[in-house]
């Protein structure tokens, strides 16, 4: 069939659906329509009903337009369409899908917004809005801040029953039998004769049909998947390794590349000896590429060693060489020229600071690699001024127009072929290995080229999670917390990502104070001041941003003060606690752990809680204190975010996440030596070992509130609810971490 015999239609009017009961939904409520992108690449016989369901005569594709970094978000995003759509489970298949605007991402934009998620006003209400047109205009299509259910909970639905009505005016219309006598049931429409028309069946009807204006999603009652646990649409391929990721990918005349940047970030390359990679076997070229050099070979192998061989002549780091050097840069910040924000400041805290009693302490946290599993790598052909690129993103439409800017092409002549990712933890939010393959594709033109990055040139060329310190003081009175004042200095991760995508950046930097300011404490005299550190090494988002370390800084210091007070830690936050959501998720993790209950000889309780993400999460850690060190005994970790969607996901998706924050604090940090990042390899950045992992209890809270993402928020508590059991069991208070430079674990 022609190109022009292939099955299409307008855009699918999703924007301007609304839900039965009056309730309008404008997934596009900014005067325009989307266009639905997957017209543009119909094949024969194809049928894109929405921008989020294909169908053809093997059936129903489900587009999932968010990275699946191995938090499972595919199969959330299919069964939010597969529940409207009525589809077997087991029949879903999924796409993420072209780039395009209409997947953009409405939520992710407020999240930089000065408003605490538990602000419900008008106000904040408004600046979501703008949040979400910003997140259209900018087309945000992006995975990250566990915002991608929140996001799609409403449009994957509506899409999924809208192509269910179309389906079923087909089905009227082939059968003479009025709609509302069908039935849908596992991708078929069912006469009142028992008669089954497959959705495949009715694709070309269905494609010349109007969308309906009005749709009714399903109550809760009715739902097949949503609520219940699902096998993961991508289990059994990973469990069996045939899963497909980018460095899995093979293709016919295939080459194979690597690179090597100056590790000194930024420091650039002055020249360079090749003669002995170039005559290392298997040597197909040696090609200089921005800030470095690549070699492009027979096998990946051979690219590593020859690569090994190349003498560099690299540049100076343009920041401070060493850790040490940087941290003074960080002490050195807490002035008023470099305040970025004031976001909190209740009360009169400097008359309440007046006198003796004042308490003071200094924390710091180091630099933090993303270190996923899989390392950077790209499979990228240019050929007859077509550019094709194969790897996993989190932010599609950047990387074409960094593919465009590098290649010279127009954006309509890049096809990015997105897959899933082997971890990522927030890295695949940058575009560097990408535009090192588009190099390598323009000097080498016609075969397809896999770049793979060597773990140390992962390793080494992070932009890191920031270091960052906090000065804290504080006062206590009558057994309560009565004054707390927390200075928070980093590096700004907005203004380094976002600078390096060319956008502009405004205001504050929310992410500096992210996890403490917006904290639902009601104390007396209560302030949370975050100061801009000038930039050293390049930063990025890293899982939970900043409150991953700010939930350490703010939450130490808060339990130094309830000690110092005589109270009990649960007690006194839920005493100090005024939302509602959070005072349950605390008293939820009290109830779980047996709190106020002996914990035994040499054992020691740490409860810390965050909201992040808008979601609030406690987690109790119980240790032991062995005369080998100590022992991370249970976990318990109770949060709310609203709706559980996938029981089972939700579990792994905490227990993972406790599993990285205390991993992280026990042993993680990326320190800097001659402007190089030290730590090389896992032997060198160790998560928690399998015999360290605690048992770890899991509970969710629905208070209804909106329905939120997990990835992320159970990261922040981690940290300090572990350095606070080390204290109840051992005395040693630890404002440092990682933990180890304190403290022996086994």
Known sequence: MSRAGTIARRTFLIGTAVITGG?????YAYKR????????????????????????????????????????????????????????????????????????????????????????????????????????????????????????????????AAAREVLLHAAAMRTGIPKHQLKTRDGSVITPRGEMLSYASLAAEAAK???????????????????????RIDIVAKSTGTATFGIDIRMPGMVYATVRANPGIGGGI???????????????????????????????????????????????????????????????????????????DEGDIEAALQGDGVIEAEYKVPYLAHAPLEPMNAVVQLKDGRLDIWTATQMPLFLVAAAAEVSGLAPDKIHLHSLMSGGSFGRRLEDDYVRQAVELAKAYPGSPIKMTWRREEDMTHDFPRPLGMARMRGAVR?????????????????????????????????????????????????????????????????????????????NGFLDELIHAAGADPLQELIRLCWHEPSRRVLEAVGE?????????????????????????????????NTPRGIRIDNVFVAAD?????????????????VIWGLGHAVNCELTFKDGVAEQTNFDAYQGLRLNQAPAIEVRAIDSGSPIRGIGEPPVPPAAPALANAIFAATGKRIRELPLNKHIDFV
Not at 23 to 27: C, E, N, T
Not at 311 to 337: H, I, L, N, Q
Not at 596 to 608: M, N
Request: some cysteine; proline content about 7%.
């Open 478 to 554: 009558d057994g309560k917390v009565e004054a707390y004042d927390l200075k928070v200095a980093c590096p700004s991760v907005t203004a380094s990502q976002i600078g390096r995508l060319h956008m502009p950046t405004f205001g504050p930097d929310i992410a500096i104070v992210a996890g403490a300011w917006d904290q639902p404490f009601r104390i007396p005299h209560y302030r949370v001041t975050g100061y801009r550190v000038p930039e050293l090494v390049p930063v990025s988002s890293w899982r939970s941003v900043g409150a991953s370390a700010n939930g350490f800084l703010h």
């Open 592 to 624: 779980m752990s047996k709190w106020g209950s002996d914990p035994g000889k040499d054992r020691g309780r740490g409860i810390a809680f965050t909201l992040s993400f808008g979601v609030p999460v406690a987690e109790v850690v119980e240790v032991s």
């Open 270 to 344: 002055r020249g360079y000896d090749a003669s002995a990679a170039e005559k290392a076997r298997g040597v197909i070229a040696v090609v200089p590429i921005t800030g470095g050099v690549g070699v492009i070979a027979d096998n990946t192998w051979r690219a590593f060693k020859a690569a090994e061989l190349i003498k560099c002549d690299w540049g100076p780091a343009p920041y401070p060489p060493s850790s040490a050097a940087m941290f003074e840069t960080v002490a050195a910040s807490f002035t008023g020229e470099r305040q970025d924000s004031r976001l909190k």
């Open 209 to 231: 049909i109007e969308a309906p204006r009005k749709v009714r999603l399903k109550p809760e009652s009715e739902w097949r998947y949503l609520g219940k646990p699902m096998q």
């Open 23 to 27: 309730v309008a939904f404008g997934v």
């Open 33 to 160: 329509e989307p266009i639905n992108p997957l017209l543009k690449e119909l094949g024969d016989g194809q049928a894109a009903l929405t921008p989020y369901v294909r169908i053809d005569q093997t059936g129903v594709t489900i587009i999932t337009p968010r990275a699946d970094l191995g938090q499972g978000v595919a199969s959330v995003l299919a069964a939010l369409v597969a529940e409207e759509l009525d589809i077997a489970w087991n029949d879903i298949r999924i796409d993420f899908g072209p780039p395009s605007n209409a997947y953009y991402n409405g939520i992710a934009a407020a999240e930089g917004l000065p408003v605490p998620a538990t602000d419900t006003s008008i106000k904040a209400r408004s600046a979501r809005v703008v949040g979400d047109a910003v997140s259209k205009f900018l087309g945000l299509q992006i995975t990250g801040g566990s915002s991608s259910v929140a996001d799609a909970y409403e449009k994957m639905r509506i899409a999924g």
């Open 641 to 657: 975010v609203g709706k559980v969607l996938d029981p089972l996901n939700f579990e792994n998706q905490v227990q993972g996440a």
